[in-house]
């Protein structure tokens, strides 16, 4: 297997490809360069194609030390990383149940697991905060990790058991009979040898939480502040400068969460 | 080095019965290979030695102490399976380590041993490698290896490296064979293959439908099958169905003597090796060649009897294969006369069309 994956692929340059490139490259790299200019932007009125006066408010007044970005970073980054770790964890023995199981049942199984993902999380989001406000989790971090669990575990399970699909579970009998416990099984045997399918779903969960607006907003009431609710409120106040400013900011934990992770995905491959 | 017995193990899988009452004892240092094939439920009855499947009933005892509440990880039991297994995310070294590691051997210890077994592996220099980069020959080995270096008292051979080629696995078998041997280690192989079980094992038995048909030396399954299934899984073409009264059977070749005094209905077996060309004061018969084919060792003659083949109320036309000695083969078409000799005629106690499946 190692063997295929290394043999160097053929670089080649043809019309479509380099077209196809550059219309992918435009398409990921132009909105953040026009959150870019937006950002530098002092006075910008139309029909002018380039801002008429280029200031730094918008980056000063977000990276000032009373800044209203630092409470909704570190809430993002909160209820992120403890989303994300908490749906892998669920994710895990979930996916890794369903490796063993026969056809019919695992589809029904499966089906229910990912149905969060199908049904709209508007559809939803009244009722899980009646439920939430018995519980007493609305307005509450807690609250608001377990509402964006909903919709990260799905994720997590897909990713998972995607991962699981190319698993040998003989690996585990195999290690039972060298002497390794169940225990000393999970952690030395099953999670070594699926990862990199932990790392992508831990990295697709906190995607997920990070990028939620709706759930966070019903559920947290707004006592939980997180970057989307910030970013929403700065766009609605019109201050496009400092959304920019915002919005590059809010690009920035992810992009560097894929850089970390890509390496480790490719030696593990 | 322990003495396995199975007392009455029945095992189900999925609902199915799969093991039904096997008992079988295994000495201390012995080499036993269970026959059988794919389906007989030879590989369940290896994962309830190993602990990895609980049987329904019955007991398993490792030197004497029923081990069936003790966990796999506790059984000191060695399985190697068809397939190397080998953990993708450790390197070789690391692979021969796992089983030390978990006894938490001391680390010098660890290393030296891991060094010894990449030697007699043949593995020198491949330890720091990753499993994927092995050959098939040097997977299975390092299998083998990270089986055999915490010692095991009993190993279980799951029709191991059957996914490499005769002459590798030969080699490697010789070699599992003399470790076996060095270290007095009980070895129970499981296989469908009866060369690799004839090589390798002093004892075997013969699975049949998840019920231990027969046990025995080899020799002796070789030429005394208990059974028509036995029979036929240990190379015997020829099926006689008759009536026997005494010495003699009554069938559709006419009155044939056998090997041992019985009555009633039974089906006399001939290996196609043990027909003998040339008549005899008993058992002779004249066949026409049909169809004659280059096998190496011997020429495989498809022969036809006409009714009554050696007088007497036979039945219908029968046909037989012989496997004629190389020296001087006959011609399809040709008429020859044979012999059957008597104590090359086995008989079982049943008739092929009891068991139409078979």
């Given at each position: 297997?190692?063997?295929?994956?290394?043999?160097?692929?053929?670089?080649?340059?043809?019309?479509?490809?380099?077209?196809?490139?550059?219309?992918?490259?435009?398409?990921?790299?132009?909105?953040?360069?026009?959150?870019?200019?937006?950002?530098?932007?002092?006075?910008?009125?139309?029909?002018?194609?380039?801002?008429?006066?280029?200031?730094?408010?918008?980056?000063?007044?977000?990276?000032?030390?009373?800044?209203?970005?630092?409470?909704?970073?570190?809430?993002?980054?909160?209820?992120?990383?403890?989303?994300?770790?908490?749906?892998?964890?669920?994710?895990?023995?979930?996916?890794?149940?369903?490796?063993?199981?026969?056809?019919?049942?695992?589809?029904?199984?499966?089906?229910?697991?990912?149905?969060?993902?199908?049904?709209?999380?508007?559809?939803?989001?009244?009722?899980?905060?009646?439920?939430?406000?018995?519980?007493?989790?609305?307005?509450?971090?807690?609250?608001?990790?377990?509402?964006?669990?909903?919709?990260?575990?799905?994720?997590?399970?897909?990713?998972?058991?995607?991962?699981?699909?190319?698993?040998?579970?003989?690996?585990?009998?195999?290690?039972?009979?060298?002497?390794?416990?169940?225990?000393?099984?999970?952690?030395?045997?099953?999670?070594?040898?699926?990862?990199?399918?932990?790392?992508?779903?831990?990295?697709?969960?906190?995607?997920?939480?990070?990028?939620?607006?709706?759930?966070?907003?019903?559920?947290?009431?707004?006592?939980?502040?997180?970057?989307?609710?910030?970013?929403?409120?700065?766009?609605?106040?019109?201050?496009?400068?400092?959304?920019?400013?915002?919005?590059?900011?809010?690009?920035?934990?992810?992009?560097?969460?894929?850089?970390?992770?890509?390496?480790?995905?490719?030696?593990?491959? | 080095?322990?003495?396995?017995?199975?007392?009455?193990?029945?095992?189900?899988?999925?609902?199915?019965?799969?093991?039904?009452?096997?008992?079988?004892?295994?000495?201390?240092?012995?080499?036993?290979?269970?026959?059988?094939?794919?389906?007989?439920?030879?590989?369940?009855?290896?994962?309830?030695?190993?602990?990895?499947?609980?049987?329904?009933?019955?007991?398993?005892?490792?030197?004497?102490?029923?081990?069936?509440?003790?966990?796999?990880?506790?059984?000191?039991?060695g399985l190697v399976f068809q397939d190397p297994l080998l953990f993708p995310h450790l390197s070789v070294a690391g692979n021969l380590a796992f089983g030390l590691r978990q006894r938490r051997v001391p680390r010098a210890e660890t290393d030296a041993r891991v060094a010894d077994m990449l030697a007699r592996t043949g593995l020198q220099g491949l330890g720091p490698r990753r499993v994927g980069a092995l050959?098939?020959?040097?997977?299975?080995?390092?299998?083998?290896?990270?089986?055999?270096?915490?010692?095991?008292?009993?190993?279980?051979?799951?029709?191991?490296?059957?996914?490499?080629?005769?002459?590798?696995?030969?080699?490697?078998?010789?070699?599992?064979?003399?470790?076996?041997?060095?270290?007095?280690?009980?070895?129970?192989?499981?296989?469908?293959?009866?060369?690799?079980?004839?090589?390798?094992?002093?004892?075997?038995?013969?699975?049949?439908?998840?019920?231990?048909?027969?046990?025995?030396?080899?020799?002796?399954l070789y030429a005394q099958p208990a059974t028509l299934n036995a029979a036929r899984f240990f190379g015997s073409l020829n099926f006689l169905p008759g009536v026997q009264d005494s010495a003699d059977v009554m069938t559709a070749l006419g009155r044939l003597r056998v090997a041992r005094p019985g009555h009633g209905p039974v089906t006399v077996t001939v290996r196609p090796e043990a027909i003998r060309p040339g008549p005899a004061a008993v058992n002779t018969l004249r066949a026409q060649v049909r169809q004659v084919s280059f096998a190496g060792a011997y020429w495989r003659c498809e022969l036809t009897v006409p009714a009554p083949g050696m007088g007497g109320p036979g039945g219908q036309e029968t046909a037989l294969v012989w496997h004629a000695p190389?020296?001087?083969?006959?011609?399809?078409?040709?008429?020859?006369?044979?012999?059957?000799?008597?104590?090359?005629?086995?008989?079982?106690?049943?008739?092929?069309?009891?068991?139409?499946?078979?």
């Open positions: 297997m190692s063997g295929l994956s290394r043999r160097p692929v053929p670089r080649r340059w043809t019309p479509g490809s380099v077209l196809l490139g550059a219309l992918l490259l435009a398409g990921a790299v132009g909105p953040l360069l026009l959150l870019g200019v937006w950002s530098l932007a002092g006075a910008w009125f139309y029909p002018a194609l380039l801002p008429g006066e280029w200031s730094l408010r918008a980056w000063a007044s977000a990276l000032s030390p009373d800044t209203p970005l630092w409470a909704p970073l570190w809430g993002s980054m909160w209820v992120g990383t403890v989303t994300a770790v908490t749906a892998t964890g669920l994710a895990l023995p979930a996916a890794r149940a369903l490796n063993g199981w026969p056809g019919r049942s695992r589809a029904w199984v499966q089906s229910a697991l990912l149905a969060p993902l199908i049904l709209p999380a508007f559809a939803g989001v009244m009722g899980i905060q009646v439920v939430f406000i018995r519980l007493g989790l609305a307005d509450t971090p807690a609250g608001v990790v377990a509402a964006h669990l909903i919709v990260a575990v799905p994720y997590a399970v897909a990713v998972l058991s995607a991962t699981f699909a190319g698993y040998d579970a003989r690996l585990e009998d195999a290690a039972r009979t060298l002497g390794a416990s169940r225990a000393a099984v999970w952690w030395q045997v099953t999670l070594p040898a699926v990862r990199s399918g932990v790392l992508v779903a831990l990295l697709m969960a906190f995607l997920v939480s990070w990028s939620e607006y709706l759930l966070t907003l019903i559920v947290g009431g707004a006592q939980v502040r997180t970057l989307p609710l910030l970013l929403f409120s700065a766009v609605q106040g019109g201050d496009y400068a400092l959304s920019g400013a915002l919005g590059l900011v809010y690009l920035l934990p992810p992009l560097l969460g894929f850089a970390l992770l890509a390496p480790r995905l490719r030696s593990a491959a | 080095m322990t003495r396995l017995e199975l007392d009455g193990i029945s095992a189900a899988h999925g609902g199915h019965p799969v093991l039904r009452g096997v008992s079988l004892s295994v000495g201390s240092g012995e080499r036993f290979a269970l026959l059988g094939a794919s389906g007989s439920g030879k590989s369940t009855l290896l994962r309830v030695v190993a602990g990895l499947h609980p049987p329904t009933q019955g007991d398993v005892r490792l030197g004497g102490r029923s081990v069936l509440s003790v966990p796999p990880e506790a059984r000191d039991v050959s098939g020959g040097q997977a299975g080995r390092a299998a083998l290896g990270r089986a055999l270096i915490t010692r095991p008292p009993l190993l279980l051979l799951d029709e191991p490296l059957s996914a490499l080629d005769a002459p590798l696995r030969r080699d490697l078998r010789e070699w599992l064979v003399r470790e076996a041997q060095e270290r007095g280690t009980t070895l129970l192989l499981v296989t469908h293959d009866q060369e690799e079980a004839l090589a390798t094992a002093q004892r075997i038995g013969f699975l049949d439908g998840g019920r231990l048909a027969q046990v025995g030396e080899p020799a002796e190389p020296d001087a083969p006959p011609h399809a078409g040709d008429t020859v006369t044979l012999h059957l000799p008597p104590a090359a005629c086995w008989t079982v106690p049943e008739h092929p069309e009891d068991r139409p499946g078979a």
